[in-house]
């Protein structure tokens, strides 16, 4: 929890979200992201200052429980001073107890948003999901917690200007702004009239650019001319002498296919997953993870 602090921007998590929005489908399997395509309203984790502390943060753990379909976990919410925004002992259930920064007392309308996060922890124990390692893991739980309609409070969360500042989370706001994107762009929902944070809506209008641009990616023939023209190169070096494109410069790669014609591998753009399709010209691609048909160019 940044608090006061200087507050990172850009991407730099980046590969390890586009990973983990890889391993929710693998997980889950397509019919089960399809569940959450309604986020969590405004008006079920709303908490005003009138509101009973402890009774309230009760209710707004049992409506994101029950938005995670956690029917048979019961949350205990307790406050105490620590570093960190929030922290949940992960048991067999189906109690677990929760604990929330004293910062929260007087802070109340960020409770869900830390409360989405913690319980998103429990929703991935429970699927034994899980990335190596205590930084790779949180980056996974914020984008399993906005990618299936919850992790919009998180973005929310996020305030900054000249005297302070506030963020919950691992990601950045940008890279909040691009997971949340990437559910508005799959489910056709506007996030953005959810936002009371100024700095929130900035940095989800930037994620969204961000998110836009993986589906003007060649060989998709969405592709902007630049794309096009540097696709075209490549393809006909790899033609010519089997040379691939450094890895760090263009998402796809060129590869030969035995005696058969050469084929281009590259990312999905809604799941990430790679796809391999022969260089042929025109053809439909269908992803066998997240099914988004794909109109390319090859």
Known sequence: MANGGPVRHGYPHMETVRAAITALYKRLSYDTVRTFATSVAPVDVAFCDTDDLYLGAQRVARELVRHYRLPDARLIVSFREMTHAANIELTA?????????????????????????????????????????????????DTATTYLGAGWLLLDA????????????????EEFG???????????????????????????AEGLARARRDERQPPLTAAGWAGRRRYARD????????????????????????????????????????????????????????????????
């Open 178 to 204: 691009y997971v949340l994107a990437k559910r508005s762009l799959l489910f056709g929902e506007d996030p953005s009239t959810w936002f009371t944070s100024a700095r929130a809506y900035e940095a989800y």
């Open 235 to 298: 393809r006909r070096h790899a033609q010519e002498d089997a040379r691939v494109p450094a890895a760090d410069a263009v998402p796809y790669r060129f590869s030969p296919d035995g005696h058969g014609p050469l084929r281009v591998s590259f990312p999905c753009p809604t799941c990430h997953q790679r796809i391999r399709v022969p260089v042929r010209g025109r053809v439909r691609a269908r992803c066998s993870l997240c099914r988004t048909v794909l109109e390319c160019d090859t």
């Open 158 to 173: 996020y305030r900054e200007d000249g005297a302070s500042s506030q963020k919950l989370g691992y990601l950045t706001p």
């Open 93 to 141: 259930g189906p109690e677990y107890f929760v604990e929330l920064n004293d910062r929260f007392r007087t802070h109340r309308r960020d409770i869900g948003a830390a409360l989405a996060h913690e319980i998103m922890h429990v929703y991935l124990h429970r699927l034994d999901l899980a990335f190596a390692g205590t930084r790779e893991n949180e980056i996974l739980t």
